[in-house]
């Protein structure tokens, strides 16, 4: 692979170095899972802002980046390759998790420990989510619905850090989640339409309507703002339509940065809501 002739090998020496070459080691090409990442935190920061949140966020944040680094050291392992960019892939770890565990320690030196407790919770579906994602080829509906559920419990460690009830700040959890697991289904299923496929749009529909009459139930217990139930029934209806012989046929980045809305739109209603 990285023999050969001597353009081949001059392809080599310009791929081991510049900025680019680090860049891609920790942003992948795919960033489908960055408005999963950004909801939580932009959630928890707007709602229970504080330095420790800030710190905790960041830490999030950079753990985030180790997937992609890891996966290439993992594929590079299997293959037993030990090239340029595994070395370089290796060297970003240790700095991800440097920097990772340094904001971890500086937001339990401000807020206490009290706030790990959400982050116990995410355990499990956080390491669901890796088994899938850095054993299983493609894109597996495995690691689709834990991931949003694992990062989702950011909100909530950033709720209690600003000393919310942990009943209070799992129901910021619980509104990612309801948000995240129906659009996982959807999105599968757009895709699968617009391709020519004939995918089951039961679920996903099904889902919608549950996260809906879930919403509406927190709500009628005071623990979510009545201004949440706009977000879902919107979810609703973008999926009633997108998954309808009248839909129009996009882009798949196209269906993402409406995802990405769709997110920021549930993020803005909740943090409204709770100021009102």
Known sequence: ?????????????????????????????????????????????????????????????????LRHPLKLVLVDRRRRLDSPRTQRARAVIIALVAISGACFLGAVWLAGLAFVFPFVLAIPFGAVYLYYDLTKPGRTLQAELTGPLSLAFGASSMAIMDGWALLTSLALW???????????????????????????IYWPIVTHVLALVAAGALISVGLLPAL?????????????????????????????????????????????????
């Open 174 to 200: 619980a509104a990612l989640g309801l948000r995240s697991v129906p659009s996982v289904l959807y999105v599968r299923a757009r895709i699968r339409l617009d391709r020519g496929r004939n995918p089951n």
């Open 1 to 65: 692979m990285y023999g050969g002739d001597a353009k081949g090998r001059t392809g080599s020496r310009r791929q081991a170095g510049g900025w680019k070459a680090w860049r891609s080691l920790v942003i992948p090409a795919e960033h489908g899972g960055w408005g999963f990442l950004l909801e939580p935190l932009l959630l928890g920061l707007l709602v229970a802002p504080s330095w420790a949140a800030f710190l905790l966020g960041l830490s999030t944040f950079t753990a985030f980046l």
């Open 228 to 276: 949440a139930i706009v977000s879902y029934t919107v979810l609703l209806a973008r999926a009633l339509w997108f998954l309808s012989p009248q839909r129009p046929i996009v882009q798949i980045k196209t269906i993402g940065f409406v995802e990405l809305a769709m997110g920021l739109f549930l993020v803005a209603t909740l943090a409204i809501g709770y100021t009102l």
